[in-house]
Protein backbone atom coordinates (compact mmCIF):
# COMPACT_ATOMS: atom_id res chain seq x y z
CA UNK A 1 0.00 0.00 0.00
CA UNK A 2 1.32 3.40 -0.58
CA UNK A 3 1.88 6.90 1.68
CA UNK A 4 -1.30 7.86 0.20
CA UNK A 5 -3.40 6.03 2.37
CA UNK A 6 -2.83 4.91 5.97
CA UNK A 7 -3.88 1.97 8.21
CA UNK A 8 -5.19 2.26 11.78
CA UNK A 9 -7.42 0.94 14.10
CA UNK A 10 -8.48 2.68 17.65
CA UNK A 11 -11.00 1.02 20.11
CA UNK A 12 -12.78 -1.12 17.54
CA UNK A 13 -13.00 1.85 14.90
CA UNK A 14 -10.77 1.18 11.84
CA UNK A 15 -9.18 4.56 10.02
CA UNK A 16 -7.93 4.69 6.67
CA UNK A 17 -6.09 8.27 6.49
CA UNK A 18 -6.24 9.67 3.00
CA UNK A 19 -2.87 11.66 3.02
CA UNK A 20 -3.17 13.61 -0.12
CA UNK A 21 -4.30 17.47 -1.24
CA UNK A 22 -6.24 15.91 -3.95
CA UNK A 23 -7.52 12.38 -4.32
CA UNK A 24 -8.92 11.50 -8.22
CA UNK A 25 -9.90 8.52 -9.93
CA UNK A 26 -6.20 6.72 -9.33
CA UNK A 27 -6.64 7.28 -5.87
CA UNK A 28 -10.32 6.38 -6.11
CA UNK A 29 -9.68 2.61 -7.67
CA UNK A 30 -6.80 2.45 -4.61
CA UNK A 31 -9.23 3.34 -1.80
CA UNK A 32 -12.05 0.72 -3.40
CA UNK A 33 -9.63 -1.94 -3.38
CA UNK A 34 -8.81 -1.22 0.26
CA UNK A 35 -12.25 -0.65 1.39
CA UNK A 36 -13.13 -4.13 0.00
CA UNK A 37 -10.07 -5.86 1.54
CA UNK A 38 -11.51 -4.41 5.07
CA UNK A 39 -14.61 -5.68 4.23
CA UNK A 40 -13.55 -8.94 3.95
CA UNK A 41 -11.50 -9.28 6.68
CA UNK A 42 -14.90 -8.47 8.90
CA UNK A 43 -14.34 -4.90 9.62
CA UNK A 44 -17.50 -3.02 9.99
CA UNK A 45 -16.86 0.20 11.54
CA UNK A 46 -14.45 2.02 8.91
CA UNK A 47 -14.10 6.11 9.36
CA UNK A 48 -12.28 7.64 6.12
CA UNK A 49 -10.33 10.36 7.40
CA UNK A 50 -9.95 13.17 4.46
CA UNK A 51 -9.28 16.14 6.50
CA UNK A 52 -6.18 16.03 4.10
CA UNK A 53 -8.03 16.26 1.26
CA UNK A 54 -8.36 20.04 -0.67
CA UNK A 55 -10.19 18.40 -3.68
CA UNK A 56 -11.81 14.71 -4.10
CA UNK A 57 -13.46 14.20 -7.66
CA UNK A 58 -16.61 12.46 -8.21
CA UNK A 59 -14.76 8.86 -8.80
CA UNK A 60 -13.59 9.32 -5.72
CA UNK A 61 -16.79 9.90 -3.99
CA UNK A 62 -18.52 6.79 -6.35
CA UNK A 63 -15.57 4.60 -4.24
CA UNK A 64 -16.79 5.73 -0.56
CA UNK A 65 -20.77 5.45 -2.12
CA UNK A 66 -19.98 1.76 -3.07
CA UNK A 67 -18.13 0.92 -0.58
CA UNK A 68 -20.69 2.62 2.22
CA UNK A 69 -23.55 0.13 -0.11
CA UNK A 70 -21.24 -2.78 0.61
CA UNK A 71 -21.06 -2.00 3.93
CA UNK A 72 -24.39 -1.77 4.94
CA UNK A 73 -25.25 -5.03 3.08
CA UNK A 74 -22.80 -6.37 5.71
CA UNK A 75 -24.35 -4.71 8.85
CA UNK A 76 -21.90 -1.97 9.34
CA UNK A 77 -21.02 1.77 8.00
CA UNK A 78 -18.50 4.16 6.77
CA UNK A 79 -17.71 7.46 8.43
CA UNK A 80 -16.31 9.91 6.89
CA UNK A 81 -14.05 12.71 9.16
CA UNK A 82 -13.51 16.07 9.04
CA UNK A 83 -14.27 17.17 5.41
CA UNK A 84 -13.76 20.88 6.05
CA UNK A 85 -11.67 21.42 3.22
CA UNK A 86 -14.31 20.24 0.88
CA UNK A 87 -16.38 22.27 -1.46
CA UNK A 88 -19.34 21.06 -0.33
CA UNK A 89 -21.06 21.67 -3.86
CA UNK A 90 -20.06 17.95 -5.69
CA UNK A 91 -21.67 16.34 -2.50
CA UNK A 92 -24.58 17.95 -2.82
CA UNK A 93 -24.66 17.53 -6.45
CA UNK A 94 -24.26 14.27 -6.35
CA UNK A 95 -26.61 13.65 -3.50
CA UNK A 96 -23.68 11.91 -1.34
CA UNK A 97 -23.37 13.87 1.71
CA UNK A 98 -26.45 12.56 3.85
CA UNK A 99 -25.42 8.91 3.53
CA UNK A 100 -22.24 8.93 5.30
CA UNK A 101 -22.00 10.13 9.00
CA UNK A 102 -19.82 13.44 9.57
CA UNK A 103 -17.54 13.37 12.06
CA UNK A 104 -15.07 16.48 13.29
CA UNK A 105 -12.38 14.10 14.41
CA UNK A 106 -11.70 10.63 15.31
CA UNK A 107 -12.21 10.92 18.97
CA UNK A 108 -15.81 11.99 17.66
CA UNK A 109 -16.31 8.74 15.26
CA UNK A 110 -15.17 6.61 18.36
CA UNK A 111 -17.26 8.48 20.92
CA UNK A 112 -20.68 7.77 18.30
CA UNK A 113 -20.17 3.92 18.09
CA UNK A 114 -19.08 3.73 21.67
CA UNK A 115 -22.59 5.47 22.77
CA UNK A 116 -24.70 3.17 20.05
CA UNK A 117 -22.76 0.23 21.96
CA UNK A 118 -24.32 1.85 25.31
CA UNK A 119 -27.48 1.94 24.07
CA UNK A 120 -27.70 -0.98 22.29
CA UNK A 121 -26.18 -2.64 25.82
CA UNK A 122 -29.35 -1.04 27.64
CA UNK A 123 -31.85 -2.21 25.77
CA UNK A 124 -30.61 -6.14 25.78
CA UNK A 125 -30.39 -5.58 29.89
CA UNK A 126 -33.89 -4.32 29.44
CA UNK A 127 -35.00 -6.96 27.27
CA UNK A 128 -33.72 -9.47 29.99
CA UNK A 129 -35.05 -7.73 32.65
CA UNK A 130 -38.34 -8.01 31.45
CA UNK A 131 -38.22 -11.61 30.38
Do not use: W
Not at 4 to 9: G, H, K, N, S, V
Not at 53 to 64: A, N, P, R, V
Amino acid sequence: MSDDFELLTMKGVRFISVNLSRATINEAKILKSIIEEEIIIGVRKLAVDISQCEFIDSTFIGSLVIGQKKMKEKGGKIMLIDPAKLDKDLFHITHTLGIFEIYQSREEAIKSTEEFKLSFDSLSEIHQSVI
